[in-house]
């Protein structure tokens, strides 16, 4: 037996010397080199920024949802203001700093999804929609679903090529932030001292501004707001802004509340001017057709010049 063994033993060494290499490097030894090491590049300081910022709106968000448990209310619509003003600084800080990335896009889209669709659904039926039961916790996940697909569908015709460029200037639909500050204009108006409104005009309130969410309405986007001050009216925008802050923080159910009023009245304005914009596009392919159609008759005439400005960039 000890024969056959140092038989087979002397057989089967080639084929497992064959089969396992020898080790560039001692698997226990932590200091000694490791060719197979993948090296990742060092990543910017100033791409870090904005996903910080968004993240302190997401921590915002989640706050509000358990001050809204602990029934206050007041600081909850203060966590959801502050969530929505540092949601509209981190991509245009990303855009200033050169900071923007596919990772800072997907972390503001499910950033804002807790903080403008669960949490203000959340709050408005712990306030009053609990009355209603299951049909008011359906108007309340009717909302925050709304919000979802109002952040999914943006991310996708954020890449359309199809887009005119103009487009840019206009949200289809109301954005998720506007939609979670406006949804919750009966609170405002409780907190001014007027009374309670009923379960079901909040019910119906917010059933509408969802829908608005996911509608196909044109709305400003402000993207190109604040891109360009001119030397006079740098001092005063400074007050202006220092004196909007004080009012929203002397009076801020009066604040809340008017700019939630001028923000619905202004939205056929929106699309008054995306229907301007359409019609002019029409009538400059329509004028420009006839050369087209000239240009192609004759063989080898090159194509009229056709304008194909830089499309612009995702927010963050």
């Not at 010397?17 to 590049?41: E, K, L, Q, T, V």
């Not at 990303?94 to 596919?102: H, N, P, T, Y």
């Not at 499910?110 to 203000?120: E, S």
């Not at 923080?249 to 202004?266: E, H, K, N, Q």
Request: hydrophobic fraction near 55%; glycine fraction near 8%; include cysteine.
């Amino acid at each position: 037996m000890a024969r056959f063994a140092g038989v087979t033993a002397a057989v089967a060494a080639p084929s497992i010397r064959r089969y396992i290499g020898p080790m560039s490097f001692s698997p226990f030894d932590p200091n000694g080199p490791d060719p197979r090491r993948r090296r990742f590049r060092a990543i910017p300081v100033r791409v870090l920024v904005p996903n910080v910022i968004t993240l302190l709106a997401l921590c915002a968000g989640l706050t509000a949802i358990r001050l809204a448990f602990e029934q206050k209310l007041e600081l909850a619509l203060a966590a959801i203001v502050f969530a929505a003003a540092l949601d509209g600084i981190d991509g245009r800080i990303a855009r200033l700093i050169k900071g923007q990335s596919r990772f800072g896009a997907e972390l503001d889209s499910l950033a804002d999804f807790v903080n403008f669709g669960c949490a203000p659904g959340l709050m408005l039926y712990l306030w009053d929609l609990s009355e209603y039961g299951n049909v008011g916790w359906i108007a309340a996940m009717v909302f925050a679903i709304c919000g979802a697909l109002r952040l999914a569908r943006f991310n996708v015709m954020i890449d359309d090529p199809n887009r005119p460029v103009w487009g840019g200037n206009f949200f289809t639909g109301v954005p998720a932030p506007a939609g979670a500050i406006i949804v919750m204009l009966p609170i405002y108006i409780n907190l001014l001292g007027a009374p309670k409104a009923a379960p079901t005009i909040v019910l119906i309130y917010t059933l509408a501004i969802a829908s608005l969410m996911v509608s196909q309405l044109p709305v400003f986007s402000g993207k190109n707001v604040g891109k360009r001050v001119s030397p006079e009216m740098v001092l005063p925008a400074f007050v202006l802004v220092i004196l909007f802050i004080a009012l929203l923080i002397a009076y801020p159910w009066w604040v809340l509340s008017i700019g939630t009023v001028c923000y619905l009245i202004c939205l056929p304005l929106g699309w008054l001017s995306y229907r301007a914009h359409r019609r002019r596009d029409e009538a400059h392919a329509a004028a420009m057709a006839p050369a087209a159609a000239e240009a192609s008759a004759v063989p080898g005439a090159p194509l009229p010049p056709v304008d194909a400005p830089e499309r612009p960039a995702r927010l963050n």
